[in-house]
């Protein structure tokens, strides 16, 4: 019997994001860089909530100056709240909605480099909480232990 199911459609941008973080790891941050700036622009400020928010996210680590990596993951944030407040009944917001525990951590981090305390602190609070609805597995648990290492860091 012929296999049935329909397989989802590529993701063009993703892949396009997925090429430059690969480039990142393995050590030309200004390559990436200058890949998701241009994807950026091609998507522009009212492209998809979902491709926005992951282009952000991933592009405020290529940062060299820690005031341009919380520009960036505050886009980030921005993206994905403005797409689950628009579809807060629609499902496919699950995805996003696991982006939140990282994206409240990555702000954190940002805080704590630029010394500010307290919008490390009130953004670590968010990012504890925001694991909550999170499927238990490696992906909540790792968030949960870096949560705790920055906030042993901050706290010293």
Do not use: K
Request: hydrophobic residues 40%; charged residues 30%.
């Amino acid at each position: 019997m012929e296999d049935q199911r329909e397989e989802a459609p590529l993701d063009g941008v993703l892949i396009r994001i997925g090429q430059a973080i690969m480039l990142h790891r393995a050590g030309d941050r200004e390559e990436a860089r200058n890949r998701l700036s241009e994807l950026w622009h091609e998507i522009g400020p009212y492209g998809d909530a979902y491709h926005r928010c992951a282009l952000a996210h991933y592009m405020a680590d290529t940062q060299d100056d820690p005031r341009d990596e919380l520009d960036w993951d505050l886009r980030a944030l921005d993206a994905a709240e403005g797409c689950v407040t628009e579809r807060a009944d629609d499902t496919d917001t699950g995805a996003l909605r696991a982006f939140f525990p990282s994206l409240h951590l990555n702000l954190a981090a940002d805080y704590v480099a630029l010394n500010r305390p307290a919008d490390a602190r009130a953004q670590l609070l968010r990012a504890r909480a925001s694991t909550h609805g999170l499927a238990d597995g490696e992906y909540r648990q790792g968030l949960r232990e870096a949560i705790d290492r920055l906030a042993v860091r901050l706290e010293q």
